[in-house]
T-cell receptor, first 115, second 111 residues
Framework: GAGVSQSPRYKVAKRGQDVALRCDPI?????LFWYQQALGQGPEFLTY????????KSGLPSDRFFAERPEGSVSTLKIQRTQQEDSAVYLC?????????????FGPGTRLTVL | LAKTTQPISMDSYEGQEVNITCSHN???????ITWYQQFPSQGPRFIIQ???TKVTNEVASLFIPADRKSSTLSLPRVSLSDTAVYYC????????????FGSGTRLLVRP
């Protein structure tokens, strides 16, 4: 079916607000990844889910960042008390199988701007 | 994971062949080489992947010399729509699931 979708595509938040970014992976994909991409840089890994289990959250920059995938499908990345340095594009990717043996398919990203 | 080095930017003209070389001197025996393409306002897209020698698909070719310390992505007869950022990634397929992106090569194709 359709590829990875993300919503909203653009989000403007005032410093201190909480935001929630949604990712709809390709149906049936086991693995789901979140990346953060600063302007002019390549994406940087944040966290990884295998089904509903969060197996790696080593890339989350602070405890203000939280991700979940409760039913093993849709995932939400939540950022609490946003700061200006959180401004970036947040990319979600999914892959069919476990690990990197399969291609990661990326969504279009959510551009977060914190004022 | 092996660190990669690639040119920051490249210019080309429509119809030309473009070769982007990536250096990965510390590549490990079980590392693969993967290239992604990213257009503005889109997520990266897988182009090609290889381990050694040459790999070709409908989009590009990937040349890997015997020592595997570098690789070259070849785009035949580029068009304006090939203007994008190209990332070279190196890592093991079997155990690493985090894609490690560098800053990429910004390719500009001119008319």
């Amino acid at each position: 079916g359709a590829g990875v979708s993300q919503s909203p595509r653009y989000k403007v938040a005032k410093r201190g607000q909480d935001v929630a970014l949604r990712c709809d992976p390709i149906s049936g994909h086991v693995s789901l990844f979140w990346y953060q991409q600063a302007l002019g840089q390549g994406p940087e890994f944040l966290t990884y889910f295998q089904n509903e289990a969060q197996l790696d959250k080593s890339g989350l920059p602070s405890d203000r960042f939280f991700a979940e995938r409760p039913e093993g499908s849709v995932s939400t990345l939540k950022i609490q008390r946003t700061q200006q340095e959180d401004s970036a594009v947040y990319l979600c990717a999914s892959s069919r199988d476990r690990g990197s043996a399969d291609t990661q398919y990326f969504g279009p990203g959510t551009r977060l701007t914190v004022l | 994971l092996a660190k990669t080095t690639q040119p920051i930017s490249m210019d080309s003209y429509e119809g030309q062949e473009v070769n982007i070389t990536c250096s990965h001197n510390n590549i490990a025996t079980n590392d693969y080489i993967t290239w992604y393409q990213q257009f503005p306002s889109q997520g990266p897209r897988f182009i090609i992947q290889g381990y050694k020698t040459k790999v070709t698909n409908e989009v590009a070719s990937l040349f890997i010399p015997a020592d595997r310390k570098s690789s070259t992505l070849s785009l035949p007869r580029v068009s304006l729509s090939d203007t994008a950022v190209y990332y070279c990634l190196v890592g093991p397929m079997d155990s690493s699931y985090k894609l490690i992106f560098g800053s990429g090569t910004r390719l500009l194709v001119r008319p």
